[in-house]
């Protein structure tokens, strides 16, 4: 059954790790007086430490918006988050990309690798330019590599490599610093279904071997079902939550699609 909510926090039972991620009553408006436009409508959520949470929800619903909030590129109307500790409305300028840097790792639809960059070297990008020592930097790519199954691909440009490994040497940059929280945009919308598998099967396996948090953004029911959490958005806030419990991928998948059945339209944005 899908718990009705609109507050992220009943998940958090007493005890429970602590919040990486607190959304409390986040508004966001676009526009002025004419076209004004409102993205989120005070949403809440939380998300815990060694979390794999999904966020579906028809086009236009506000997930981009709302990631855009959390990676600190876009400040809410009103409302706070809190990440990591720390309420990012109020770090300064001049430190926000150290703060995203240091706290956050990104996987988006497209890989975004440097293309004149192998994929060592993209993946001990943040490594570098956070002046950690060259040997960590090599032991830190290694283990990141490994655990997404591309080693063999280390010393390869991009574009000698499948869609499929540069979207997993992608993973690993965004996970070899190992950042509080992992935002992923739709990871496995360029990929096809072998591909997004193994993608997925990676993510899961990072979030259960090295704890890694990751909130991921997605239409496809088959990606959402391999997350612990699913949060429901639609007009700017969280309808709906399911928890996967013991259920398989499969079991959860078909949870998943009842919830988008009854409420309609979650993938209406393909
Ligand atoms: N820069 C902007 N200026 C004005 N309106 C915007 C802007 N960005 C988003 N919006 C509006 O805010 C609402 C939420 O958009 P958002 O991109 O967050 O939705 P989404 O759920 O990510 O959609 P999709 O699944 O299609 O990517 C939409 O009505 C959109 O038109």
Same mark, same amino acid.
């Given at each position: 059954m899908a718990r009705h909510m609109d507050s992220g926090s009943a998940s958090m039972a007493h005890g429970a790790p602590a919040p990486v991620l607190e959304v409390r009553d986040v508004t966001k408006t676009y526009g002025g007086h004419s076209a004004t436009t409102h %993205?989120? +409508? #005070?949403i809440n959520l939380t998300i815990a430490a060694g979390e794999f949470v999904a966020l579906m929800g028809p086009s236009g619903s506000g997930k981009s918006t709302l990631l855009n909030c959390i990676a600190t590129i876009d400040a809410p109307t009103s409302g706070t988050i809190m990440l990591a500790g720390t309420d990012v409305s109020r770090i300064s300028r001049s430190r926000l990309a150290d703060f995203r840097r240091e706290k956050l790792g990104f996987i988006f639809? /497209?890989? +975004?690798?440097? /293309?004149?960059?192998t994929a060592r070297e993209n993946i001990s990008l943040p490594l570098t330019i956070g002046r950690v020592p060259a040997a960590q930097i090599e032991a830190d790519v290694v283990a990141a590599a490994t655990s997404l199954g591309i080693e063999e691909v280390l010393d390869k440009y991009p574009y000698q490599m499948s869609g499929g490994q540069r979207q997993r040497v992608a993973a690993a940059r965004a996970l070899v610093t190992s950042p509080q929280l992992v935002l992923a945009d739709?990871?496995? #919308? %360029?990929?096809d279904s072998k591909n997004a598998k193994l993608l997925l099967e990676s993510l899961e396996s990072m979030n259960q071997s090295r704890g890694a948090t990751v909130l991921m953004v997605t239409h496809d029911e088959t990606a959402a079902s391999y997350c612990r959490r699913v949060l429901f958005i639609r007009d700017g806030r969280v309808f709906t939550e399911l928890d996967r419990g013991s259920d398989s991928c499969h079991a959860f998948f078909e949870r998943i699609m009842q919830v988008v059945a009854v409420q309609g339209g979650v993938d209406d944005a393909r």
């Open positions: %993205a989120l +409508n #005070g639809q /497209d890989s +975004n690798l440097l /293309d004149s960059l739709e990871p496995t #919308g %360029a990929l």
